[in-house]
């Protein structure tokens, strides 16, 4: 039996190990390209373009962005398809006083998502077109109109199908099966 709970538990850390295969020297190829074209000061005639791996982006979301920008996600692991096509999870936990007004019951939330990225003008936005939210199924619509019921005391309402400004440097950004562009 202990045979039995030796194996059952090697196969869990192997599994874990596996989903979370992130590596520094990854996520700094990634950030020290952006880094290099955020300082460019000419501009080109033509558009260059670099492929990053899907295990690259993850690496530098989850050891680098997140932990910049945006800690409150625990982790964030993109599926890279073809046509700018991206599903993925997404782990938030919400703690502090900042999120004190926040019920309990969504401090821990696990975001499972799939849609299409569109760039345009510099800018790109993420189109929705399944959301599961701890493993209840919503309409991006419907909750996108609970979020902006929610901002009924702000002057500027966002909306999750909103536009935004890409990083410095880059003009445009595409996906193919495991392969992200980032053009500069």
């Not at 869990?12 to 992130?22: Q, T």
């Not at 690259?56 to 692991?77: D, F, H, T």
């Not at 890409?166 to 500069?184: A, D, H, M, W």
Request: with cysteine; proline share 3%; glycine share 4%.
């Amino acid at each position: 039996m202990k045979a039995k709970n030796a194996a059952c538990l090697f196969l869990a850390l192997a599994a874990f190990a596996g989903a979370a295969d992130f590596s520094l020297d990854k996520a700094r190829r990634i950030d020290n390209f952006l880094s290099r074209i955020a300082v460019r000061r000419q501009p080109g005639l033509f558009l260059k373009k670099k492929a990053f791996s899907e295990s690259e982006l993850n690496s530098y979301l989850n050891l680098i962005y997140v932990k910049k920008y945006a800690p409150e996600v625990s982790s964030i692991e993109l599926r890279l398809k073809d046509k700018n096509r991206v599903s993925g999870t997404l782990k938030l936990k919400l703690a502090g006083e900042k999120y004190a007004a926040v019920p309990q019951f969504l401090r821990d939330v696990e975001v499972s998502f799939s849609g299409k990225f569109e760039c345009s003008n510099y800018h790109m936005r993420y189109a929705f077109s399944e959301l599961v939210i701890n493993r209840s199924r919503f309409s991006p619509d419907v909750l996108d109109e609970a979020f902006s019921a929610a901002q009924f005391n702000s002057k500027t309402k966002k909306s999750i199908f909103d536009w935004f400004t890409l990083l410095p440097g880059l003009k445009n950004v595409q996906s193919t099966e495991k392969t992200i562009f980032f053009y500069y």
